[in-house]
């Protein structure tokens, strides 16, 4: 048990006033505004963005993680340029890192990660081409002998709001 109260019961008040000032702003009492002549209207029936979450897990806290989505099997994993959406993560917690991804449309996809120990914002590799950092794939698809292909890291992103995945990094 922790004395002096626990944080919830700070964030109470700060809570209440940002419902009050949301109901405000929905009623329309506070900051609405009729659409200048001309000015369409906001779409209310305008669908949610989607958004990817995933987690990305990793050997140590080292460095950054960068993941790419492909939409299709042209270019997957190794061509970033035909990558339909990037991102990073510059803070490894835990050993774990996310990656988001902002507006994706419903769909298949197939998403490449590897983890830039050094933070160079490269992929290192030695001297016969092979990564010498971490890599992964959705559906923690592995090939021991080469980049693991599209069809073994494919999934679908359903027509929700939030869609979260995992991956391991293989070293």
Known sequence: MRLGGSSSSRRVPALLG???????????????????????????DEPPAHRLIATIHTRDNRGRVFCALWRGREGYPTERARSVSEAMDRTIVNRRAVCVFDDVTPGEYAMAVFHDENANNDLDRNIFGIPSEGTGASNDAHNMFGPPGYDDARFQLPDVPVHRIVAHIHY
């Open 18 to 44: 940002g419902l009050a000032a949301a109901l405000l702003l929905a009623s329309g009492a506070v900051g609405a505004q009729a659409p200048d002549e001309g000015e369409a209207p906001a779409a209310a």
